[in-house]
Structures are given as C-alpha cells and as structure tokens.
C-alpha cells in the first residue's frame, strides 16, 4: 500500500491500522484490506486474524451500525484513575488494544436477603411462575443469538445497567460464598481438577492481581451453552493448558463464574463477553494509570488447548515487561526497607543497651550512695553511742557504793577476770544488788582514773545494756543481770567470776562470712 493511500485514511482508521499492526505484525498493505472487511473495528479484525476469517453477520452487522457508545459505568462505584476517553489508552505500545476492567457492584457479605411473607409469595406464585417462563424463554432467545443481550446492556438505560433481578432460581449470596458455591459445583460435573480457581469475589481477585502483580485469567461459563461442557473437558482440563496455569513463572491466577450468578453476569458485561464460554485476561497496567486493571486478552468460543495456551502465552508475553520493572522497583524498596529497619533493629537495640548500662550505673550509684549514707549513719550512731556510754559510766561511778571496809564481817569478796587478763578485786556489801558488780565490772576504767568527773548527769535517752555476763567456770554458772538479786544470796561469801562477752547472732554471722571470705582470698 503506498503512502498516499495511508494518507487518505481518517485519524481513527489510521489509529485502527496503528494498533492492528502493533498487535499483529501485518504489514499495512495486508492489514487495511481487513480492516476495511471489518468495518475499521480492531476487535473484529484481531479476532478474525486469531481465529480466521469468516463470516460473521452478527459482529459486521454491529459494526456498521453507528459506532455505539462505550459501556457505561457503573451508577454506584468505578475503578478511580480510570481514563474516560478510550482512545488514551491507546498511547501506548502494550495496552493500545486492552480495555480497563472496571470493578462490579456486588451484594455484601453481611446483606441479608428478603424473604417475603409467606402469605404473599403465595398470592404472587403465579405471577412469579410467568415471569419465570418469560425470562427463560428470554434468556434461551439470547443464547440462539448472543448479540441480543449485548445490544439491549448498550441501548438500555444507563440507571438499570447496575442491577439484574435474579430469575434464575439461584439463591443470591455474597461473593465469596457464590465463588465457593461455583467452585463446588465445578467439582461435581467435571471431577477433581488442577485449576486453582480463587475463592474470593471478583473485585477482591482484581485486588489481588493488582497487589501481587499476577495476571488474571477470568473464566466465564453458561451451562445453557451447548460447547460449554465440550470446552471444559477437552480444552480447559487439557493437562498442557492446566500446567501452564499453574507454572509459577506464569504468575496466574483463575477466577471463575457462572453467569446465571448476579456477579458473573455482571463481570461478562463489563466485559463485553457475546460468546460463550468465554475467558479473559487482565493484568495491571503501570502504564495507564497507577490502578488501572486493564483487559489484555480474550478467548470467545471453543478453542483447542493448544490455541489457548498460545493466545495466553502472547498476552502475558506481551505484558511481561513493566510487571517486570514494578516487581525490581518494589524489590528495591523492600529491601531498602529491610534495610532501614535492620538498621532501625539496630539503633533501637543499641540504645536499649546504652539504656540498660546507664540504668545499671544509676543503680550502682544510688546503691554506693545508700551504702556510704547507711555506713556513715552507722558510724555515726556508734560514735553517738560510744559518747552515751562514756557519759553513762562515768555517771554510774559517781552512784556506786563504797567497798566495805574491815568492821563489815558478812562483806562478798569477788575476784573478777576481764577479757585483757586484768584481775579485779573487790568487796561487796552482803545485801549489794548483783547489779552493783557488773556496774563495777562496767566502769572499771572509769575507776582507775582519778581525775574523773564529779557531776555527770545521766545522758538524755540512753538505755544501757550490759554486753557481758558473769560467769562461774568450775563449776559454770551464769549469773545474769536480769535475774536480779544479792551478791550474797547469788554468789555466797565470795567466788571467782569470768566476764562472758555476749556476741549477737547477726555480729556472729558476719565474722564467720568475713573468716570465710578471708579463707577464700
């Protein structure tokens, strides 16, 4: 074809012939003649190029009628970010001739479904029985020529494009329940299988793909369609199209519906299914818009497993590439991101045990504090203690009763023997207190010095206990303070007495620790 026959064609024939070509790899002299069979409509003439050509009246009578407009969208919910003019997405190489798949307006998972009263369904059963007829018969005229449905979702009104009165008998359910309930119904006409069908709805399988950057092959079937069984056991149950699903370098994921379900029936005319049974591939498209799903295959029709496993292969191909570069750069930013928390583990790890060293410290300061505060509030109280004692003595020495002397006949002589070695001599009155001894014992230095004090007063708030007693050692006896009594009636008309020192249990235990630890070192 020369140029100037290319330069006679309008804008949309030349952006036609464009995306035919990229999508086909015909040269523009084959291409044209085609297209112009095909009434400039790419998606006939891809069609025909894929599957042959033949005569189709009922796509080439569509197509000459005046170009109609593109499928609504949906009255409660779009996909955002989706482009409006069709054409736009024409722009680029990959997606000149995928379609955005929009999302569908599905019954919530906690929507209760309405059963009416059981009076009214009774008065309104032959009414439901009609409709029921109509709608079959309806639905049967649809099947005998699919381009009926798909001329009335175009021309109807726009506001009844979102709902379908459910006439197929089928109880309405959530999503995920009306895929669980297609996937169990699958099981029981054609076996076990190797599909790995998903068993979520429609929007959360687009979600997915999107999140996983997988491609999502929709399937659709109508069990009315005489093909239908034919195509899943010769064609979709092939061993060689099921390993190609779920080889993982593939990165495939199935979802599968029934048309008689509110769900499916919306997801073939989003999009734009007129043959069944009916498969589609999307996948997202960075290259559009950062959401966009986009439609980059369809298989309408039986087909053979090999045919089908070629056109899955061209579409996923044909797409491989900016998955490709959103998977590294997500990489990238994965491990950017294990990186920064390693380093933030680790910053926060460090700091944990700068925390706990500096608390460790803090703690062996107010420890070292505590204990020079206890050691210097025990010396002090020793000290203060010590001060008592002396002050007690000698105030004790100044009240201690003069030794007999010789004119006292029942006078007690005690010898006494301190710890030092030192003797003490002395004589007691018969009727002295046993007290009276071991405040001599007591004082005993206090005694020897004659430059005492006189005019001690007994100091404020001291209670003075005696750290000794007095023993008899052959044989022992102990004569206690406590007991009370006379140095005559305890003693007798004289004796020898050892002073005991009294040693405290806790004072016992820390020497025999600090002998210990002194062994050790």
């Known amino acids: 074809m020369s140029d100037l026959d290319i330069g006679q064609l309008s804008d949309s024939e030349r952006s036609a012939l464009e ?17 112009r069979r095909s009434q400039w409509n790419v998606q006939i003439a891809v069609s025909k190029f894929f599957d042959g050509e033949g005569p189709d009246p009922v796509e080439e009578a569509r197509s ?32 000149r001739s995928a379609d955005l798949a929009p999302r569908v307006d599905t019954q919530p998972e906690d929507q209760p479904v309405y059963r009416p009263p059981f009076i009214l369904a009774l008065l309104f059963t032959p009414f439901s029985l009609v409709y029921r007829l109509l709608a079959s018969s309806f639905r049967l005229f649809g099947t005998l020529f699919p381009f009926l449905p798909r001329l009335f979702t175009v021309t109807v009104n726009p506001a009844l494009q979102g709902a379908r009165r459910n006439t197929t008998g089928r109880r309405a359910l959530g999503p995920k329940d009306t895929a669980a309930r297609f996937i169990r119904e699958f099981e029981e006409d054609y ?13 959360m399988a687009l979600e997915k793909a999107q999140r996983d950057l997988k491609f999502l092959l929709v399937i ?42 509110s769900e499916a029936y919306q997801v073939s005319n989003s999009l734009r299914c ?8 999307i996948v997202h498209t960075p290259n559009v818009s950062s959401t966009a ?38 990489a990238e930013q994965q491990a950017s991101r294990s990186l920064r928390e390693e380093q933030d583990s680790a910053y926060e790890r460090s700091l944990a045990i700068d925390r706990e060293r500096a608390r460790q410290r803090r703690e062996a300061e107010a420890t070292r504090q505590r204990e020079e505060q206890e050691a210097a509030d025990r010396q002090a109280a020793e000290e203060k203690r010590q001060r008592d004692l002396a002050q007690w003595k000698a105030w004790r020495t100044q009240s201690l009763q003069p030794e007999p002397g010789a004119d006292v006949k029942d006078a007690v002589r005690i010898s006494v023997r301190l710890p030092s070695g030192e003797r003490i001599m002395r004589k007691f009155a018969p009727d002295a207190d046993i007290e009276e001894l071991y405040a001599v ?13 006189t005019d001690v007063s007994h100091p404020e708030g001291f209670e003075h206990q005696y750290s000794f007693r007095l023993v008899s050692p052959m044989p022992r006896a102990v004569f206690a303070v406590d007991d009370g009594g006379t140095v005559r009636d305890k003693i007798g008309r004289g004796g020898n ?20 630890e002194t062994e050790t070192a």
Not at 70 to 80: K, S, V
Not at 310 to 327: C, D, G, K, M
Not at 441 to 453: I, K
Request: glycine residues 4%.
């Open 19 to 35: 995306t035919y070509t990229t999508l086909t790899g015909h040269e523009p002299a084959e291409a044209i003649p085609l297209l």
């Open 64 to 95: 000459a009628m005046n170009d109609p407009p593109p499928p609504p969208r949906p009255a409660r919910r779009t996909q955002n970010l989706m482009s409006d003019d069709l054409t736009a997405t024409l722009s680029s190489p990959v997606t």
């Open 191 to 203: 076996g076990s299988h190797a599909i790995p069908f998903l068993e979520n709805g429609y929007n």
């Open 220 to 261: 659709l079937m109508s069990p009315e369609h005489d093909d239908t069984t034919g195509w899943v056991r010769d064609t979709l149950l092939a061993p060689e199209v099921a390993e190609f699903i779920n080889d993982p370098q593939n990165n495939l994921l199935v979802w599968g519906g029934n048309v008689r379900d």
């Open 274 to 281: 007129t043959k069944f049974p009916f498969a589609a591939v």
């Open 293 to 330: 799903m986009s439609v980059i295959g369809r298989i309408a029709g039986t087909t053979s497993p090999s045919e089908m496993v070629t056109r899955l292969r061209t579409s996923i191909a044909s797409n491989q590439e900016p998955l490709e570069r959103i998977r590294s750069t997500r």
């Open 441 to 453: 014992v007591e004082c005993y230095e206090v005694l020897q010095d004659e430059a005492r004090p």
């Open 497 to 516: 007495l050892l002073v005991e020192p009294i040693v405290d249990e806790e004072d016992e235990d820390e020497k025999e620790e600090a002998d210990a």
